[in-house]
């Protein structure tokens, strides 16, 4: 039987990944075809900078972590792993596939997005929607048209009393 000591530690690697999963709103498998240190460590910032985190767990912790949770993907858990996962929804999709236009050593995989299993064709989609600042901006553009075809209806309206 194994030593008490290091199924202690497994537990509470176990306990780390599925509180990641439950605090983030996206939690993105990423495969590992040989990233260096280096680019390891500039994902790592590109990934701070959108409030987000990089992981590198076993797959077979990460699998007892998820079935805990009862989320089944033990097929997608084979070779090697990395997570990024982050507390917004979209951040820490952009950052990766950001990253992964210049190193061809990284690659998508599968995703866990508002705790539902998400596919790679879904993760790209969300990687091209903007950043909820520009998204806010381009609400605010919205508004003003609206209030701008206002005041210029009330104009048209004002000059055709003003010719009656």
Known sequence: MANQKILDAKQVIIDEIVEN???SSAFIFLENHGLTVS????LRRALKESNSDLKIYKNTLV?????SMDI????ELNGPKVVAFGKDIVEPIKAVSKFIE???NLEMKVGIVDGEITDLAT???LATIPSREGLLTMFAGGLMGIARDFAICLDLHAQNLEQK
């Open 21 to 23: 999963v439950k605090n």
């Open 39 to 42: 680019e390891t460590m500039e």
């Open 63 to 67: 699998n007892r972590a998820l079935t």
């Open 72 to 75: 089944n993907l033990t097929e």
């Open 102 to 104: 210049t190193h061809p």
């Open 123 to 125: 993760l790209n989609k």
